[in-house]
């Protein structure tokens, strides 16, 4: 049987030099970078290499790169940590209602501890209007955050417009940037942000390690209590072969970038014109040009998008359907709901992240087994039934 693997959004495969790079630091190299011998030495100077290459990969400077464990943790960091370094100035925050749920629920946290929280809206396309950003700002409003792009349905915001608007009221703007850093060009100094999440396993490096980058300058409160580890700013013994991963992955994208966006883009593409084409009653979320260049999303009326997954991977297509933090709670995406999509045409999403092995081949093979794997549901399912009773006029 074919195997299909189109669910790099959820997380992508290690690539071999990048294996080859950790290896290193799993075998002979394996000693703490806080210690004060060779064993030690060695492991604090890859360490600071990676730096320095995460930083390349966004236009930063190394030294305002803090390694974490994951993208999660990083928003964690940024949306608790920058929040409390200045609630002397005030106590009211801003992000919008489709960010991942590590910002979500960390502002919900906030809240807890005395802040207030709005939510800005997004339009059908889940992108967010700059102007609901310079409406919502207050005095006492210390930070916003909102997404560089929604992995979920692929739309990229005007995080350059919010930045300047954020910039003249002289307020912290922290961006998620977990789906771009890798995919897409991301400089901070151009995009005026003050701080950027990132995750590792999004770009061809290892799972469980992130970064944050935080503005030299702009004060952030560590949450982790410890030692001294990452200037300070996060406690805990580095996971070395990760970093080393993650170094190495964010110099291999910094350089391929413009062939990989290319590839991406093409199957991308073919997809969002072709599927609505074969299968009717399917429609195509998030922003139809200014997008990921390997996202491409769908919800298919009158089925579950659960269903369609698991007769898929019967096939041998992985994909998934909304984000993979949320994709067994089985629940409608919070970003579907957030862009005007009802609750029973969000139950039906589908999402196809694009990867380096992917080929136009493999866009032949979901043409050919998805068609079958909806009509099977459908015939199934009583919101079709109705539907088509009622389109014949029969009560």
Known sequence: MKKVYLDNTATTPLLPEVRTAMLPFLEETFGNPSSLHDWG???????????AQVARLIGANAEEIIFTGSGTESNNFAIKGLALAQQNKGKHIIVSAIEHFSVLHSARTLEKWGFEVTMLPVDKYGVVNPEDVRKSLRKDTVLVSVMQANGEVGSIEPIGEIARITRERNITFHTDAVATAGSIP?????LGIDALSLAGNQFYGPKGV?????????RIIPLLDGGIQEGGRRAGTENVPAIVGLG????????????????FTALRDA??????AKIDHTVVTGHPRNRLPGNASFCVEFIEGEAMLMLLNSQGIAVSSGSACTSRA???????IAMGISHELAQGSLLFGFGLDNTSEDIDYVLEVLPAVVNRLRQMSPLYA??????????
């Open 41 to 51: 030495d060695a492991a604090r100077e890859a360490m600071e290499v990676a730096r």
């Open 186 to 190: 991301v400089n901070v100094s151009e």
């Open 210 to 218: 992130g970064a944050l980058w935080v503005r030299k300058g702009v």
């Open 248 to 263: 190495k992955a964010a110099e291999l994208a910094t350089s391929n970038m413009p062939a990989r966006i290319k590839h």
């Open 271 to 276: 997809l969002l014109k072709e599927l609505p």
């Open 330 to 336: 089985l629940k409608a995406s919070h970003v579907l």
């Open 386 to 395: 109705k539907f088509i009773k009622e389109s014949k006029g029969v009560t």
